[in-house]
């Protein structure tokens, strides 16, 4: 294989030309080539994610514009490649580890002359592509990543020609475990003023925020940091802000306009939440119900804390969720989920 094509790693994401040499690279089997296929997967993933975000905060409401975002897209699917440069986040590595035990050739030199690098020789054998046997695709790196996620899965004969459902479901489940491992000690402080287990305190703000994405925010775009959905009352002297909402009467959904506390900090909202249902009488069944869900937001909805005839089901739902959420990383969650 000629020089060129093994030095040619796509590190602009507009490059077409380098990614159809680096397509033939890999169908050879050489090693440098599914690296970097490898990379090329993790930049896809490490975009869905960047995507996610941006999705979750919004363009700018003021100095906002389509030319903005295509812009920032782009900028964003630039970034991606590069954060997958190195060690970047890990997937890359998982990947080639994995195909070395799906018997990928080359993959275990890939590996080799890496380690080799990082060790200042060059590693491997260097004519990985004489001993061509297996293609490498995305398609290949797609199977070696759901396979990195079931070890005890058979390895995959055959991958699906798209992974835009697994990326978008990976995406979803790193946004809804970052959400609670940033609130669990919170979650913690409270649920023990309270009597009630923390996972139903991040369940209740989980439902009420879409998990962090949709919190009331100022005219600014400013976050309120209101994570229970807490309306300002009459009485309150604090900061407030007006925002869209959705009212149940008679069962019937309608859209209104409705005025909720602004908090320094999320510290402050469980805080003022924690005082809310401590104080008030009507949410008083609500306290001290441990780990059975289904007793802590039927209180709260018999307490009148929302007009949602389904809220505690949902409450309950979410909750079933945090206690099973299960990724790569640990969340700070105890094993035994009680009575869920």
Known sequence: MSSDILKTDAPVYTDIN????LKRAAG?????AIRTVAEQFEALFTRMMLKSMRDAVGPDPMFGSNQEQMYQGMADDQLSVQLSKGKGLGLADMLVRQLQKMGVKGA???ADQRAGQAAGTTGGNGDGAAHAGIALTGAKAAAAYRATQNASAPPTTSAPSTTSALDKSKVADVTKTHFIQDLWPQAQDAGTLLGVDPRHLIAQAALETNWGQNLPQDSSGGTSNNLFGVKASAAWTGAAVNNGTQEFQNGIASSTTARFKAYATPTQSFQDY??????????SAALNTGSDVHAFASALQRGGYATDPDYANKIAAVANTVSHLKLSGTLPIPANTGTL
């Open 18 to 21: 380098g990614l159809g040499k």
């Open 28 to 32: 050879a089997n050489d090693p440098k």
């Open 108 to 110: 275990g030199q890939s």
């Open 274 to 283: 924690v005082a809310l249902l401590r104080d008030n009488p009507r949410y």
